[in-house]
């Protein structure tokens, strides 16, 4: 089992940056993919950035690239999603996921991950 908490939510303005903490306790995250999700109210789930297991790839979604950069620190068993030039669309709350056996041609499908963290809330307004 691994427990998953997320931190680093706040209210920011357009074309700040934050940074999101996603800390696990019970296994360790290296063997782990982890990814960040986002559901924005009235909106589906959608993926954001994932991290593969063992020192793998980072991945972004379009919207995000250039912009949001996935670490992790393995000392910390801890993921981080630094975000920088944020806009109004990134408003949303925040999950991170993990999964020990995923593939790499699944790391977008939420339904793949096992373990997920209970979110944190990123708003970003003027």
């Known amino acids: 089992q691994v427990q998953l908490v997320e931190s680093g939510g706040r209210l920011v303005q357009p074309g700040d940056s934050l940074r999101l903490s996603c800390a696990a306790s019970?296994?360790?995250?290296?063997?782990?993919?982890v990814a960040w999700f986002r559901q924005a109210p009235g909106k589906e789930r959608e993926y954001v950035s994932s991290?593969?297991?063992?020192?793998?790839?980072?991945d972004y979604r379009d919207s995000v690239k250039g912009r949001f950069i996935i670490s992790r620190d393995n000392a910390k068993n801890t993921v981080y999603l630094q975000m920088n030039d944020l806009e109004p669309e990134d408003t949303a709350v925040y999950y991170c996921?993990?999964?020990?056996?995923?593939?790499?041609?699944?790391?977008?499908?939420?339904?793949?991950?096992?373990?997920w963290g209970q979110g944190t809330q990123v708003t970003v307004s003027s």
């Open positions: 996921a993990a999964d020990l056996n995923l593939i790499l041609s699944s790391r977008r499908r939420s339904s793949e991950y096992d373990y």
């Open positions: 019970g296994r360790s995250l290296s063997r782990h993919t």
């Open positions: 991290i593969f297991r063992n020192g793998g790839s980072a």
